[in-house]
């Protein structure tokens, strides 16, 4: 199915964008700290897990992503028992140069907004549009650094920033770690600009775009 262009057209202004991150009942409590750690194991049956741990080493998000599905969904969690879903991603389609990810609320269903990667770009640089619920582009994430460097020797650490309104919001900095993968997750310049659910979201799919590129190599 042929993808439907969006609009080029400039990012909202930021004033804009912290209106509708402001809107998250969820934007309080363990997602207001200012930074987070993501991991990832090495060894697990039949998924990979990921954890969101908050400064204090409280588990904050709990996801497994699922080996044996044809399109592409993940849940995260609050808890390890996987009891209480707090947020879920969901690819539109199983394989696309564009593939297109949406996030919702678990609670309400509601739309946090929509994660777009851009394939080309993503050869050399990762690369993902960000969309509000209505579709419309207010930003991107995109990776820093030497990346065409990163591809040919991977042990080289990652970098990505996320910018809302032309303002960079959140960065993702990759950790070096035996037998597991961690990033940071630094929320302070945030002021509002993103759910920091969202942010979450786009740091868990920048680890897998890492992984997906070792297991190629």
């Known amino acids: 199915m042929q993808q439907q262009p969006i609009p080029q057209q400039p990012y909202p202004q930021p004033q804009q964008v912290v209106a509708q991150a402001q809107g998250s009942a969820l934007a309080a409590g363990p997602f207001a700290h200012p930074n987070y750690t993501v991991k990832r194991s090495y060894w697990s049956f039949l998924g990979r897990v990921t954890r969101v741990y908050a400064p204090d080493g409280m588990l904050v998000a709990y996801v497994k992503k699922p080996v044996m599905k044809w399109k592409e969904e993940m849940t995260f969690f609050a808890d390890e028992a996987q009891t209480q879903p707090v947020m ?27 994660i777009r990667q851009k394939g080309l770009k993503s050869m050399f640089r990762d690369t993902w549009e960000l969309l509000d619920e209505q579709e419309q582009p207010i930003g991107l994430m995109q990776e820093d650094g030497s990346s065409f460097l990163r591809r040919m020797f991977p042990l080289l650490l990652g970098k990505w920033h996320i910018e809302v309104g032309q303002q960079h919001c959140a960065y993702v900095k990759q950790v070096w770690r035996f037998f597991a993968k961690e990033y940071t997750l630094d929320l302070s310049p945030n002021q509002g600009r993103i759910d920091p659910r969202f942010a979450m979201a786009c740091a868990v799919l920048a680890l897998m775009a890492e992984s997906r590129r070792e297991q190629a190599n």
């Not at 879920?88 to 929509?114: C, P, Y």
């Open 88 to 114: 879920v991603v969901k690819a539109r389609q199983a394989i696309a140069m564009n593939l297109i990810r949406d996030v919702f609320d678990a609670a309400t269903g509601a739309r946090v907004g929509i």
